[in-house]
């Protein structure tokens, strides 16, 4: 299995622009997540799915952030308008609902926002 | 959320065993105790979770206080691979992680 995927693996934009970050699940996984990490807060939930459902989404930011999860293979991260504030690695991980299991997490995308 | 503390670091020769300890006093009943680590440049990859009893796996040793408010995660022989940043998180079994500072472990050759 490929893994997690995640595209772009760079992303430079300035500030205003959308942004938009993609994340290919592990196949059969029906769980995904969305972290950021930064320097300051450190590695930071920002929503999760369970089924293409979101569960949680008490972590997004604020109202520029926006998750979607279209179907089983593909969700997407959007941040409009970007801010230089949202420079981050944002992360994406999956996992299989239902008791406990482990999350796989993606080589994240490093987002610079000049 | 149950709350976290760990060294901010801790250093080990390289072949000799290393015991990374967490505190999580406030952790509930229900909550596993996850260890996941980071290397550098990487996407955090588990380690290792328990619940109440010890654990082994191939990777390390999940050794978990009787009362539950602490736990060490044991590294048998540490190679250079093994120097990243050390999360102890409790948790649910399928709900988004918390993670905090984390552990900088430094492996000396």
């Known amino acids: 299995d490929a893994g997690v995927i995640q595209s772009p693996r760079h992303e430079v934009t300035e500030m205003g622009q959308e942004v938009t970050l993609r994340c290919k699940p592990i196949s059969g996984h029906n769980s995904l997540f969305w972290y950021r990490q930064t320097m300051m807060r450190g590695l930071e939930l920002l929503i999760y799915?369970?089924?293409?459902?979101?569960?949680?989404d008490s972590g997004m930011p604020e109202d520029r952030f926006s998750a979607k999860m279209p179907n089983a293979s593909f969700s997407t991260l959007k941040i409009q308008p970007s801010e230089p504030r949202d420079s981050a690695v944002y992360f994406c991980a999956s996992s299989l609902v239902g008791g406990y299991n482990e999350q796989f997490f993606g080589p994240g995308t490093r987002l610079t926002v000049l | 959320d149950a709350k976290t503390t760990q060294p901010n670091s801790m250093e080990s020769n390289e072949e000799e065993p290393v015991h990374l300890p967490c505190n999580h006093s406030?952790?509930?009943?229900?909550?596993?105790i996850h260890w996941y680590r980071q290397l550098p440049s990487q996407g955090p990859e588990y380690v290792i979770h328990g619940l109440t009893s010890n654990v082994n796996n191939r990777m390390a040793s999940l050794a978990i206080a009787e009362d539950r408010k602490s736990s060490t995660l044991i590294l048998h022989r540490a190679t250079l691979r093994d120097a990243a940043v050390y999360y102890c998180t409790p948790g649910g079994g399928a709900d988004g992680l918390t993670f905090g500072k984390g552990t900088h472990l430094i492996i000396q050759p």
């Open positions: 406030t952790i509930s009943g229900t909550d596993y």
């Open positions: 799915f369970n089924n293409n459902v979101p569960i949680d």
